[in-house]
């Protein structure tokens, strides 16, 4: 009997390796047999093609849409840009401590951050930089011109400045370790609720959000709940992803897993710490670009039901990216595993569309179960479990947002203030001046309605129909044109908060836009309502 149980044992186990065996035969000779396919086809192009090729053009072009069919993280680093990566990767290398982007071509301050070497230097939003050590900078890409500005930190960097109505000036900086504030405001809203905001997960950004708790709570023992605000925060340290969560779940809890094809670098994180406070109610904001480090924290406390999460679904970023040197000083990143949270679900979106995750339908979708029994899905981030409808600003708004409109009018509103009211009491009460600026600067824009005329038009005059239809098109631009003229008073208290942000933004820089948007903003109103509201607070976390 026992002979025949382990000779059946042996079989099965043979039949096994031999089929893993042939599996793995199987898939060698696809790879040698294609790449035997791609060879030949390479010296088929260079032996006669009309033109002369770049080997190394050719080679970049294949691996990139290789690397890019995969996900938008996995890519491959030349040699020719192997030290702009190494530089961009390198904490050792820093800038001059402001968000700097290309403004009609040229290339602006558009937000100094406290306490870097820029805005200790005098700089302001506003200010172009036309030459950086006296070369300069006209025509240059944005990447180009971030390679040049980043060094070590210590050394002198030398911008040749145009600041408004003003001469051009030389600023002499000294670039240094900008530690730009993860955490720009915390404060009590709702007269006994903790808000804090987390912009991203950088060294120490759990013990600034614990130290501000804290603060907080010493300050009004009877706080009712925690707002924890991860929006527009994109992520960072996997490390501090678990303190963060730490500060609220009991010490020994599994917070993420990784998991990847090579299972001895799989890896499981826990808190390791005694807890902040386990008892307090909180609510956690998430919306479409909350990704990765934040899906950990929003997952974890959803799976754990230590909180509700309010506003959008989130990006659904949960891989993780190693470095591998292929040679010749080129690198190849790719990504070896996803992150796994508590209820055993992954927060990663599994289908992209032009680089971004693609919505899969819940019916889709794996379920999993939080730990008091609530359904969750898997792929694709995190849904909260108060949904929101996200912002979205009018046509009108937008194009004035788009063609730098309000940002070069609030460039010249500052010119001579030396200070505003305070971001929760700052109005602003020159919409007409704003209306006469526009008309100087003669801004026209395009609806969306307007496009698809565009289109209609176009379309018609391929079809030989476009006589036909020009008079309704005439009528119906005329109506257009009516309604763009009613939205200026219809959306003006939508531009009035656009301007009154970028006013605030300019004097009081990343806490006041956070402390400006408490006043209005309809999903902390909602995060306020629930936390004082036990009943619907429990209702939402049992209900299964």
Known sequence: MFKKYFRFLFISGLVVLLTSAGIYQDKLFEISKNLEIFTRVYKELN???VDDLDPNIMMKTAIDAMVNSLDPYTNYVTESQIESYRI??????????????LVDEEYTILEPYAGGPAAEAGLKAGDKILAIDGITIKGKTLDEIN??????PGTNLNLTIAKPAKKEEIITLVRGEVNIPNVPFSGIVGEDIAYINLTTFTANASANIK???????????????????LRQNGGGLLHEAVNICNLFIPQGEVVVTTKGKVKENDQTFKTMAPPVDLEIPLAVLIDKRSASASEIVSGVIQDLDRGVLIGQ?????????????VGYNAVLKLTTSKYYIPSGRCIQGVEYENGQPKDIPDDQRSKFKTRNGRIVLDGGGVAPDIKSQAPELSD???????????FHYVTRYVMGKDSISSPETFVFTEFGDFEKFCNEKKFVYQTKVEKSLEDVLENAGTAGQKELLQNDINNIRQKITKEKEKAWTIHKQEIIREIEKEIVS??????GKV??????????????????????????????
């Open 47 to 49: 032996t006669g093609f």
């Open 88 to 101: 961009s990767q390198d904490d050792r290398y820093q800038g001059i401590g402001a968000r700097v982007g």
């Open 147 to 152: 390679l040049i500005i980043r060094g070590v």
């Open 211 to 229: 130290n501000a708790y804290k603060e907080l709570k010493n300050k009004n023992p009877n706080l009712k709940g925690v707002i924890l605000d």
């Open 313 to 325: 679904r989130s990006f659904g970023k949960g891989l993780v990216q190693n470095t591998k040197n």
């Open 396 to 406: 009108l708004t937008k194009a004035l947002v788009e063609k730098n409109i309000i």
């Open 506 to 511: 300019r004097f009081y820089l990343q806490s």
């Open 515 to 544: 402390r400006y948007a408490l006043n209005v903003d309809p999903e902390i109103k909602e995060a306020i309502q629930v936390l004082h509201d036990t009943k619907r607070y429990q209702q939402i976390l049992t209900k299964k």
